[in-house]
Structures are given as C-alpha cells and as structure tokens.
C-alpha cells in the first residue's frame, strides 16, 4: 500500500469523524487509536492480526499501546 493513499485515508477518516461529531463523544486519543486500527483493517496486506493492522496503519507509536487500546479501551 502506498503511503500517499494511507495519508488520503486518514484525512477522509478526520473528514468523516467530524461529520459524525465523534471528537463530542471520544477522546482524541481513542480517535487516533480508532484511525489507525481502521486503516490498518482496510489495507490490502491485512491478515487478521495486531502485528500487520500495526504495520499497514503506519502508527507512529508502539504496537503494545494499539493492544492496550483494544484491551482496556482507552
């Protein structure tokens, strides 16, 4: 996946959450988190697991917070 699109992506997912108004209802880190896991599901080299929704997100912190995230939400 090229990151130009990943980069388009993500600017559509901010687009979107803003429409929904979900920055009222979610922090801005459980957004980041909800970005990235989203990105990473929708790409082409997903597998189903955390190690390639990590790699295809291109997350710019550790993999252990995106487990930490979906372990105890926030």
Do not use: C
Not at 43 to 56: C, P, V
């Amino acid at each position: 996946m090229s990151h130009a699109y990943t980069l388009s992506q993500q600017n559509h997912w901010n687009n979107r959450s803003e429409q929904w108004k979900l920055p009222l209802y979610f922090s801005k880190l459980v957004l980041h988190h909800i970005k990235h896991f989203v990105d990473g599901m929708l790409s082409t080299g997903f597998s189903g697991t955390l190690t390639d929704i990590y790699r295809e997100s291109l997350q710019d912190r550790d993999r252990r917070t995106l487990s930490h995230f979906l372990t105890h939400g926030n």
